[in-house]
């Protein structure tokens, strides 16, 4: 718990202002069975949940939650079943009440709303997508993705337009007449995220909604997703219990162990950094090469020539520090390319006199980069093309720093790369 609080303070003290917070869950139980509140008091509270139950037959289901989701985010909820997932999900629309805490969202604390007022706030709020897609099988596929639409009571004219441009972004344009048995499980669940979208929510909550679907059909639609969420920009709670899902997708993920919060961070945290056994055992098999970044292993250049400098400079530099070659960059530090030795001194043979000011475009050969997002896997073919480390560029091509060969296998070994054998 410890972790996940100082996680969270991290985050509020490094962002002053809160206001890009959508979500705010603090102090969240749900126990289930009798007199629940009892369970909150000294004689229960910090006794296990296995313990909590034989003695009094109460299941905790949600142990003091605390998160900050931001307006944007792909956060995901992670853990085995059982673990509090759907508890907590279903909370935040409040489908379940919870037993204490607060849940606020976009400024409104949800736990203190009215029957009314927390009906109207579900349909204008949220859009939820559970694993069994809920499609009404005698109604089109029309009238499933407008449904919600029709129960907040719009215009029909409206309802189906909406209707229809989702339908459009989840890519079943032409289906709209067809019926939900028409259709493959991949389809039904495009519609049902269509259903989601219709109503143009703040904020989607999904339930494990690819869990249902084979294998590569699930990979197909996590790769769609994101596609959609790179236009859409919405606020996404998601649940699973597949890390390569989570690692995939998400923004954040907050890992939950018998109703607790165990962990929370980006899923290179998750990987390189798993807070205790538990994480440690769900993430054992996750390569690093795809959720470590150039940015976290990159390092300052050991040597950097500076274009000004002229060939001569440059030359006695690499010389004295024994390299073949070094980046050249310009005064606002813009990679130019690599400068080589052999280079430099073809250029230079016969030009003793040469006491030129830059070193010349025609000595300097440019260079692939990466940005600090790249993810290691993406640099392996990089690795073996070329003998020298490989740079990172901001958008606007400055060098920010270099990837070295030995940092990549390093991050990629599963002891770390302690050990040299
Ligand atoms: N209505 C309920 N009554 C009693 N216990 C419940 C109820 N719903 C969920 N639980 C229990 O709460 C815990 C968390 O369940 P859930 O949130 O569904 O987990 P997950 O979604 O991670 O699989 C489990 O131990 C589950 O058995
Ligand atoms: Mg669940």
Not at 3 to 22: C, M, R, Y
Not at 118 to 125: I, M, S, Y
Not at 225 to 231: A, E, R, S
Not at 352 to 362: A, F, N, T
Request: negative net charge.
């Amino acid at each position: 718990m410890s972790d996940v609080q100082k996680n969270e303070e991290g985050a509020a003290s490094a962002a002053p202002s809160s206001s890009d917070t959508i979500i705010e869950v603090k102090d969240l139980w749900k126990v289930y069975g009798r007199d629940p509140k009892r369970i909150l008091t000294d004689k229960y509270r910090k006794l296990h949940k296995d313990d909590i139950q034989e003695k009094t037959g109460n299941i905790v289901a949600m142990r003091e939650v605390n998160l900050k989701i931001k307006k944007g985010e792909f956060y995901i909820i992670m853990g085995l079943s059982g673990s509090g997932k759907s508890t907590l999900v279903r909370n935040l629309i409040r489908l379940v009440n919870p037993t204490a805490g607060k849940i606020t969202v976009k400024g409104r604390d949800v736990t203190k709303m009215k029957e009314d007022e927390l009906l109207d706030f579900r349909k204008t709020t949220y859009g939820m997508v559970f694993q069994h897609y809920g499609l009404m099988p005698h109604m089109t596929i029309l009238d499933n993705a407008a449904y919600g639409l029709k129960v907040r009571g719009l215009p029909k004219g409206e309802q189906l337009a909406k209707a229809m441009k989702a339908l459009e972004t989840v890519g079943l344009k032409g289906w709209e007449d067809y019926y939900p048995g028409n259709l493959s499980g991949g389809m039904q669940q495009r519609v049902g995220l269509a259903r989601a979208l219709a109503n143009d929510p703040d904020i989607l909550l999904m339930d494990e909604p690819f869990s249902g679907l084979d294998p590569l059909i699930r990979r197909q639609m996590q790769d769609e997703f994101v596609d959609l969420q790179d236009k859409l920009k919405k606020t996404i709670v998601f649940v699973t219990h597949d890390l390569h899902e989570a690692l995939k997708l998400g923004d954040k993920i907050a890992i939950m162990r018998n109703g607790e919060v165990v962990q929370i961070g980006t899923p290179e945290e998750i990987v390189t950094q798993p807070a205790n056994d538990y994480v440690r055992e769900f993430v054992q098999d996750a390569s690093p090469a795809k959720v470590v970044t150039a940015g976290t292993i990159m390092r300052e250049p050991e040597v950097l020539l500076y274009a000004w400098e002229g060939p001569k400079t440059a030359l006695t530099i690499l010389q004295r520090e024994k390299r073949r070659g070094a980046f050249v960059v310009d005064k606002g530090h813009k990679l130019l390319g690599l400068a080589n030795v052999d280079r430099l001194e073809k250029y230079l043979k016969g030009r003793i006199d040469v006491d030129e000011s830059k070193i010349s475009s025609s000595v300097v050969r440019p260079i692939p980069s990466v940005t600090e997002e790249t993810i290691i896997e993406e640099l392996f073919s990089m690795v073996s093309a070329n003998p020298y480390p490989i740079p990172v560029t901001s958008e606007d091509n400055k060098l920010l720093g270099v990837v070295k060969t030995d940092d990549i296998f390093e991050t990629i070994s599963p002891d770390g790369g302690e050990d040299d054998v």
